[in-house]
Structures are given as C-alpha cells and as structure tokens.
C-alpha cells in the first residue's frame, strides 16, 4: 500500500516535470515560413544570393487582348472605391507589363491605402529544378524550369 | 511587387525600413530573421513626373488572418503559443535592426505555402 502510494507520487512528479518542460503533448514545431526558408537556403529567391552567370532571362509572357468583357471605364473598382483616391497617387499597373526590364505582372493580389500588390515573375530568375521527395531520398524530377 | 502611392510620405520611410530590415539580415544571427520577409529588390519609376516605389517581396503564404477565419475564431492553444513565440523571435530581429513594428495584428503574419 506504501509503495503504491510512493509509486504512485513518483508518476505524479515525473509526469508534472516532463509535462513542465515539454517532453509530453510535445506538439509538431510549426513554421511560418519553412517554404521560404529552403528556397533562401537553396539560393532560388533574393537577387542579392547568387552570382550573375547562374541567372538567365526568361521570355516574359503574352497575354490575351481579347476574350473577356472589358468595364467601363467610368466604373470604380477596389482601390478606386476610396473618397481619398486619387488617379495620379498610383502607378498605372497592367497585367502583362515588365517593369525595371525584370519583372512581369501576372495579376493583382490586392490593395490597401497606400499602394497595390501584383504577383509577377522574375524574368532574370534562376533555373528551378522540381525535386520529388520519396522514402529513398529527393530525386528530380525535371531540370531548368522558370518560375 | 509592391507598387505604392507616389504622395505619401511614410512610402519613404516603409523602403527605408525594409532596407534596413535587409541590411541587418545579412550579418544578423536573431533567430526570428526567418520569419521576417525581406524585401529582395527595390526600383522607382517616373510616371507623368511623379516618382513610384516599388518593393520586390519573397512570395506571401495563406495568412494567419485565413486560418481563424476557418477555424471559426479560435485555434489550439499549442499552436497558438508557437505562433505567439515565433511573433516574438521576428520582433526581436526587427528591433534588433533598429526598426519598429507598427501594425502587428493577423493579417500580416503568413504561413507556409506548403
């Protein structure tokens, strides 16, 4: 009965410790940014990380003139909406435009009060390899891709 | 890429930061500078006589902001606390670099595209 009692106050002591330093309900560390982190690591991302010779330019993309229902022009759209807005504060920003001979717009992310946001491609960009993680190990799958 | 207004003056003052948010990054050892997206190109371009900014960021994952939103609200605490942490380690690098961090709420804070 003492024993079980002892044994029982040692579990209770050593389960509060590992409990108090983490060792048990231990969760999965979680990163907000890991995908960013490999491609730094790898050197992909950052015109400042790899030399000259390693990047190439890329043929910047054409896009279609036709196809879709075109506003007027008259009619306001999301930044444009603000009393505060002004036509001349903003860039004018098209799709399909390359900009300081090295980035392509591709399409807009969003808005806010003092500037747009556009997703674009890197036209003097490094090539990409696709690699494909499998039990054995990361093997490629296709090499000399762009972004 | 960000493009910004042309008559603002904290415009000057958010390249002047990220530059030396980018600065610091290079020989900073703070754990939380790989959680601070840095701003890898920055040009300005003339329109009609008016100068624009422009900043080149890395690629923005789904926001913390999105993760409530399906969550309805609320998120396990352990995740919670390894978010609130990781907050911090960025905030230390970012003060470290001698710039302030104004607007630290749900939206700016991404995660991983996976």
């Known amino acids: 009965m003492l024993l079980a009692k002892i044994l029982g106050y040692l579990y209770a002591t050593v389960k509060s410790w590992a409990l108090s330093v983490n060792f048990i309900n231990k969760p999965a560390r979680i990163f907000l940014y890991p995908t960013m982190n490999l491609l730094r690591g790898l050197g992909s991302t950052g015109i400042y990380s790899h030399s000259e010779s390693q990047l190439r330019e890329v043929v910047p993309r054409t896009f279609p003139t036709t196809g879709f229902t075109t506003i007027p022009a008259s009619e306001t759209v999301e930044e444009e909406h603000w009393p505060w807005y002004t036509r001349q504060s903003f860039y004018p920003v098209s799709i399909g435009d390359v900009l300081h001979s090295k980035y392509q717009v591709l399409y807009k992310l969003g808005y806010g009060t003092t500037s747009t946001i556009w997703m674009c491609r890197d036209l003097r960009s490094v090539p990409l390899s696709l690699l494909r993680k499998s039990a054995e190990g990361l093997y490629v799958v296709a090499t000399n891709m762009s972004a | ?114």
């Open chain 2, 1 to 114: 890429m960000k493009s910004m207004v042309c008559d603002y003056g904290s415009v000057e003052r958010e390249v002047a930061a990220q530059k030396a948010l980018s600065e610091s990054a290079k020989t900073s050892e703070a754990a939380g500078k790989q959680y601070v997206r840095q701003a890898l190109d920055h040009f300005e371009l003339s329109q009609d006589g008016r100068n624009h900014h422009f900043l080149i960021h890395e690629p923005l994952g789904v926001t913390l902001d999105f993760f409530l939103d399906i969550s309805h609200g609320s998120l396990p605490i352990y995740y919670v606390k390894e978010v609130a942490y990781q907050i911090l380690q960025a905030l230390e690098f970012i003060h470290g670099a001698g710039v302030i961090h104004a607007g630290t709420t749900t939206l700016p804070l991404s995660h991983p595209i996976p």
